[in-house]
């Protein structure tokens, strides 16, 4: 007898959808029932995702902050959130642009906060359960040297992570984050693949590898599933051990 997939017909909105880690998190939820609604900036890439599974595509730049109010707009009535949009501009602590924090910030912060007030406050008004996961770094607790706006984005992830939780836990609300390692997207792999960059980092992480995409994925979709029932607040570090040394 077959069992009914996780997330049959809810529908769940993921930001940062068409590459990476955020497209691997689609692909997932897709093939565990839900009816995902995938917001990138990139067109082509939520294309080919739609080609793939179906599901609803929102061109969005979420650093514009009117952009939250518009993709809550157009996805409509959803049951899960997954912030996972977020960028990376490498620059050395004496070197970083205003403009290159200022965007890491509006990215990797605001549209995390804008878009979980406005679903939030949706919930709270139909009296909605739902799930809300924050994508973080293990670069929130531990230094990346050329990473201080990134690092300092994804610090802010954590605690945003743990005051939402605090506040709307009593309307039934969980909201929590995941802190991934380096992980092997095509992007990580590119930027990693030079054993004189990665073997260092490497040596940092117990199980001596990089996380794969899935396996950040399945977290997700643990997080957001009525199995993590009693969770919530947490920073749940996917990192094969790396914030244990």
């Given at each position: 007898?077959?069992?009914?997939?996780?997330?049959?017909?809810?529908?769940?909105?993921?930001?940062?959808?068409?590459?990476?880690?955020?497209?691997?998190?689609?692909?997932h939820l897709h093939a565990q029932g839900a009816r995902v609604i995938a917001v990138s900036r990139t067109e082509a890439d939520l294309a080919s995702l739609q080609a793939e599974t179906g599901c609803s595509v929102i061109?969005?730049?979420l650093a514009d902050p009117l952009a939250a109010a518009e993709v809550v707009r157009q996805a409509g009535d959803v049951d899960l959130l997954v912030n996972n949009a977020g960028i990376?501009?490498?620059?050395?602590?004496?070197?970083?642009?205003?403009?290159?924090?200022?965007?890491?910030?509006?990215?990797?912060?605001?549209?995390v906060l804008l878009l979980s007030q406005l679903v939030g406050?949706?919930?709270?008004?139909?009296?909605h359960h739902g799930a809300i996961v924050n994508l973080s770094s293990q670069a929130s607790q531990a230094a990346l040297r050329d990473?201080?706006?990134?690092?300092?984005?994804?610090?802010a992830v954590d605690m945003l992570t743990k005051v939402m939780a605090l506040e709307l836990g009593p309307h039934g609300i969980r909201v929590n984050a995941v802190n991934p390692t380096v992980t092997l997207t095509p992007m990580g792999t590119m930027v990693w693949g030079d054993p004189?960059?990665?073997?260092p980092m490497l040596a940092k992480i117990p199980l001596g590898r990089f996380a794969e995409p899935r396996e950040v994925a399945t977290v997700v979709a643990f997080l957001l599933s009525g199995d993590a029932a009693?969770?919530?607040?947490?920073?749940l570090p996917v990192d094969g051990g790396f914030l244990a040394t």
């Open positions: 007898m077959s069992s009914t997939p996780t997330f049959a017909g809810q529908r769940i909105l993921v930001t940062g959808a068409g590459k990476g880690i955020g497209r691997e998190i689609a692909l061109v969005a730049d990376s501009i490498p620059e050395p602590f004496l070197e970083t642009k205003p403009e290159s924090f200022d965007q890491t910030m509006a990215i990797n912060v605001r549209a406050r949706a919930w709270i008004a139909r009296g990473h201080a706006a990134y690092c300092a984005s994804k610090g004189k960059k990665s073997g009693m969770i919530s607040g947490t920073t």
